[in-house]
């Protein structure tokens, strides 16, 4: 059986549904496998499966105390609420390919993994015994906030918190989460921006005095958010779906490279497309796209992280992270899994801002990863480009990706097929969307959501139409410092 380590300390030690549960490591670590060679993936076998047969194939895998027919059922639970049945279609657009994991409850890509963890988590507790109530506690940027209250509303033996930044997220995010309903569901706007949310959290996790009174109450936290290696695994299988789907229409042969352009803020999703390079899939690079938010496109460059920057609102919110978390996952494998050396950068991180890792390192990054990053601008002439010249039509998230997908093709770095992610609809960001195909306009972003329909031909996905008709239930603003007095304060009730 696996056994998944703190990045911070190879002592602390559990097994898949234990990690799911606790979310975090007790020493502030994130739960990481250490060794990949045992959990190789049979190409061969992927290219018949659909996306459910594929998703317990390689769940299996990865979170092997879980039983077959408990994967099984968490798979058609999760997957049945996706509005096509491929789950991730993958399209093909100009030379290129869009990877769409937007078709969830909520139009972002945190559905594929947030549909399943509830059931991953639920069915833990049964199978640790153990009787206690989770406590999901959620930062959010904007999308994962909404995917997991749909996620864990109405389920029995958990309560969950979300935390938005009350200025830094879309229109028809912040209504999608202060409208949502559910008996044991809490949502607030903080303000400050994702990384206090993010650094809030965490501090309540790793603060010892809150034990006792979670003991007293027989209450125990987790994280929805991508520290929790139950929000990682699931994403590890639409890689192999792109993979399979390139071969069946035999644009590729089984076992040809492919890249895959990724849009990045906490580094959840591309570490998956890293976890799938592990258990066998031929990928020649990941490219990580950023926004203005560079961090990691200069650390990629350079091996400095730094921190250290003004934080800039952009076009594609969901993004704007300086901290991200998953990064330090990456860096307990490059490292060979030495938790002393993650340790320093840690330390480091939070007492400097920033931290530099060795050239060896460097130099490993640099065969995996290529990075890049879009302006604002960039973003919105790409979103203009492709909807002239293909007629498809995407968020500003995707668009990162197709800019950095448009340099790293520019810098011939190999010719392989290129798979870009497309991580929410457009329909999420409509403002953005519609003023870089129309120009500015002051229309509310609900009436635009309909001009934009009208004007590109596109449906409005189910979720996202007549939002702003449904009864705001979370008003709820609170100070960055005060996270943890309301979380208290609402656990006592
Ligand atoms: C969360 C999110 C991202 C970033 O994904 P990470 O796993 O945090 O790197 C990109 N695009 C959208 C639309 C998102 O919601």
Known sequence: MHEFMSTRNNMEKVSASLAVLKGLADDGG?????????????????????????AKYILGLLLDDYHE???SQCVEKAYCKFDCEEVTPLVSVGEDYVLELFHGPTSAFKDVALSILPYLVTTALKKNKCDD?????TATSGDTGKAALEGFKDVDGCQIFVFFPD????????????TQQGKNVHVAAIKGNFDDAQNSVKTIFNNREYDIFMKEHKMQFSSANSINIGRLTPQVVYYFKAYADLVNQKTIKN???????????NF?????????????????KLVCASNENNVLTEFMHTGCYNRNRVFKKTNSPSMDIL?????????????????????QYMTNLKETGKYQICNEMLSKLHNEFYAGFATNEETQKMIHDVYQSTHYLMDTHTAVAYKVCDDFKQAKVNSYPNI?????????????VYESLFGHCELNEFVLMKELSNKTNTPIPEGLKNLDQLTILHDTVIEKELIADYLFKKLGE
Request: aromatic share 8%; with cysteine; hydrophobic share 50%.
């Open 69 to 71: 027919a408990e994967i």
């Open 323 to 343: 901290i991200s978390s998953n990064l330090e996952r990456l860096l307990y494998l490059l490292s060979e899994c030495n938790s002393e050396e993650v340790n």
């Open 268 to 284: 959840g999703n591309i570490l998956a497309g890293y976890f799938a390079k592990m258990m066998g899939l031929p990928i020649a």
């Open 420 to 432: 870009i992610l497309s991580t929410a609809s457009p329909y999420k960001f409509t403002q953005s």
């Open 255 to 265: 076992g040809d490279l492919v890249n895959f352009v990724v849009p990045t803020g």
């Open 167 to 178: 200025k830094g997220v879309s229109a028809v995010q912040k209504a999608q989460m202060i």
């Open 133 to 137: 109530e989770i406590i999901i506690l």
């Open 30 to 54: 994130l739960f990481m496998l250490n060794d990949f060679s045992k959990i190789q993936v049979d190409l061969n076998q992927i290219v018949n499966m659909d996306y459910h047969a594929l």
